[in-house]
């Protein structure tokens, strides 16, 4: 093995170090029943600097890809009360794997799976009902015309 490492993996972007701790975090709470969600996110983002200031493309392509599983398996599985963490991590993963395409070596054509499975689960998780626009609420007027004879039903609104 050289001792020189290759790090051109590490120029693509820093969205990933940045967004992925807390949604992984979120994501991996709702799969266990921790009471420390803060504890999570702090462990989830020592993990991801460690990879980052100390690994390989070959090891982050690794924890890239228990992302996507994480993701796929919200997307599959019963709905979530909120798919926000899962649709930020998927959207997040996928971007980084289609920039792949532009650096040497095979980490592309490595994560072409990946990123068909990131695609399948986003569509599925974008297609669920929004679950805030879910709750009940007084309806609205739809149209002006419905505005003006509501107004003048109840009084001016002036």
Do not use: K
Not at 6 to 21: F, H, M, R
Not at 32 to 51: G, N
């Amino acid at each position: 093995m050289s001792a020189r490492r290759n790090l051109a993996w590490l120029g693509l972007t820093p969205e990933p170090e940045q967004e992925l701790p807390s949604a992984v975090a979120a994501l991996r709470a709702s799969t266990t029943d921790s009471p420390r969600p803060t504890a999570l996110a702090a462990a989830e983002r020592r993990h991801v600097e460690r990879l980052v200031l100390r690994g390989t493309q070959r090891g982050w392509l690794r924890y890239l890809g228990e992302v996507t599983e994480l993701v796929v398996a919200v997307a599959e599985g019963p709905r979530p009360a909120d798919p926000g963490p899962a649709l930020l991590a998927g959207e997040v993963v996928l971007d980084h794997h289609r920039m792949l395409i532009g650096l040497p070596g095979s980490g592309y054509e490595r994560t072409a799976a990946q990123r068909r499975a990131l695609e399948r689960a986003l569509t599925r998780l974008r297609s669920r009902p929004d679950p805030a626009s879910a709750t009940p609420s007084s309806p609205s007027p739809s149209s002006p015309s419905e505005l003006s004879d509501s107004t003048a039903e109840h009084g001016s609104a002036a």
